[in-house]
Nanobody, 122 residues
Framework: QVQLVESGGGLVQAGGSLRLSCAASGLTFNNYAMAWFRQAPGKEREFVSR????????DYADSVKGRFTISRDNAKNTVSLQMNHLKLEDTAVYYC???????????????WGQGTQVTVSS
């Protein structure tokens, strides 16, 4: 059974930082591209960042470019999202997702985590 479990969410002031982690089990982690998505209240889920199975290719949504950093540790089956200079509009539930290729992970992920809440306050 595949499980993706996010952690690290919480309440932070604008301008602060948080680091999200996603622990994967039940799959051959280094075969999967990984991605982070988020969903703000009343809005559709949106793509945040993705990383290829080997970590060599990374993409970000324009809204987080230069502030967020995605990384993965294939030895530990984890993917992380370092979020700096957080803004009020970054408030959302953040989800990690796994897909069999970089081309599909941000459109049709095979697996989703349950999400972790990030709240940025003024």
């Amino acid at each position: 059974q595949v499980q993706l479990v996010e952690s690290g969410g919480g309440l932070v002031q604008a301008g602060g930082s948080l680091r999200l982690s996603c622990a994967a089990s039940g799959l051959t982690f280094n075969n999967y591209a990984m991605a982070w998505f988020r969903q703000a209240p009343g809005k559709e889920r949106e793509f945040v960042s993705r990383i290829s199975s080997g970590g060599g290719t990374i993409d970000y949504a324009d809204s987080v470019k230069g502030r967020f950093t995605i990384s993965r540790d294939n030895a530990k089956n984890t993917v992380s999202l370092q979020m700096n200079h957080l803004k009020l509009e970054d408030t959302a539930v953040y989800y990690c997702a796994a897909g069999l290729s970089l081309l599909v992970v941000n459109r049709f992920p095979a697996y989703w985590g349950q999400g972790t809440q990030v709240t940025v306050s003024s």
